[in-house]
């Protein structure tokens, strides 16, 4: 079975850092590109940042791009998310999710971890 | 930047049929899936490749592709479909992934 599990998310203050992980079974984790998509309070889906399979192509959506930095380690079948310099507008729920192999749709999510940048 | 517009919300009564659509430039080229999510809950795929249905996703949704416009259609509605439903594109020559704004379907 799929599973995909973030964890490290919590109240952070403008300004501050934080780093999420996503622990991926269930799957063979080198074969899949990983995605983050965030869901700020009664809002919709934002695609946030994608990650090749491999881990050497990146990408990131304009309202976070030199704030965030997608990674992974395939030998821990972890997917990560730095994140730094947060503001307000980054408070959301952050879900982690798996590309499908033709990368034009997500087939598995994460449960979501709820991020809040407050003072 | 690549954008798609959904309509915010679709009434539907239990049993009839329902239809959301998704307008993006082009979208026809690209590959359009559709995601339900329910109150509190991740969301899941229920369209993908404009009109493929993914196992375990009653054949009661379907999905259809005109040109600009992708629309997502439930028939014979029912009470546990109420949910928001997001459409998305990816955009092969940038990358990126874009998401619809999401249309709430009531069902009363």
């Known amino acids: 079975e799929v599973q995909l599990l973030e964890s490290g998310g919590g ?3 403008p300004g501050g850092s934080l780093r999420l992980s996503c622990a991926a079974s269930g799957f063979t984790f080198t074969s899949y590109a990983m995605s983050w998509v965030r869901q700020a309070p009664g809002k919709g889906l934002e695609w946030v940042s994608s990650l090749s399979s491999s881990g050497y192509s990146t990408y990131y959506a304009d309202s976070v791009k030199g704030r965030f930095t997608i990674s992974r380690d395939n030998s821990k079948n972890t997917l990560y998310l730095e994140m730094h310099s947060l503001r307000a507008e980054d408070t959301a729920i952050y879900y982690c999710a798996r590309k499908t192999l033709d990368y034009s749709n997500y087939d598995y999510w ?5 991020v809040t940048v407050s003072s | 930047s690549y954008e798609l517009t959904q309509p915010p919300s679709v009434s539907v009564s239990p049993g ?3 239809s959301i659509t998704c307008s993006g430039d082009k979208l026809g080229d690209k590959y359009a ?19 493929k249905r ?5 054949e009661r949704f379907s999905g259809s592709n005109s040109g600009n416009t992708a629309t997502l259609t439930i028939s014979g509605t029912q009470a546990m479909d109420e949910a928001d439903y997001y459409c998305q594109a990816w955009d092969s020559s940038t990358a990126y992934v874009v998401f619809g704004g999401g249309t709430k379907l009531t069902v009363l």
Not at chain 1, 110 to 114: E, S
Not at chain 2, 36 to 44: E, I, K, L, N, Y
Not at chain 2, 54 to 58: F, H, K, Q
């Open chain 2, 33 to 51: 899936c559709w995601y339900q999510q329910r109150p509190g809950q991740s969301p899941v795929l229920v369209i993908y490749q404009h009109t």
């Open chain 1, 110 to 114: 994460g449960q979501g971890i709820l």
């Open chain 1, 11 to 13: 109240l952070v203050q």
């Open chain 2, 54 to 58: 993914p196992s375990g996703i009653p």
């Open chain 2, 16 to 18: 009839q049929t329902a």
